[in-house]
């Protein structure tokens, strides 16, 4: 009977890495404070964690790797009027025609 595999959040992981760089315990104590199979999954989310931070956790990389998606949580922008988000929209628009002209004209 093959093995199970468990998915972790986020918040899970970067609960495990704090604890772990606090000091007071060892990854084997860890794996079994919070019920991880392997100390060996630790140490990954601890050398992804110091490679890139928080961000190293936002994408899903499980299956076939042309299809990562993007976790459920994404940063979003807060505005405080619909006036200042419609001038963002129109801006972020304006940007984007011009970098698909710029791109249009420079492959030619």
Not at 37 to 51: F, N, P
Request: aromatic residues 12%; glycine residues 6%.
């Amino acid at each position: 009977m093959g093995r199970i595999n468990k998915k972790y959040s986020k918040e899970f992981k970067i609960s495990v890495i704090k604890k772990y760089k606090e000091g007071n315990i060892s990854l084997n104590g860890l794996a079994e404070e919070f019920g991880i199979a392997s100390k060996t999954q630790i140490h990954v989310w601890i050398k992804k964690y110091e490679q890139e931070g928080e961000d190293a956790f936002i994408y899903e990389k499980r299956g076939n790797p042309k299809t990562i998606k993007k976790v459920k949580e994404e940063r979003s922008i807060r505005f405080s009027s619909i006036e200042e988000e419609a001038r963002f929209l129109r801006l972020e628009n304006e940007y984007l025609k011009k970098l698909c002209n710029y791109l249009r004209n420079s492959n030619l």
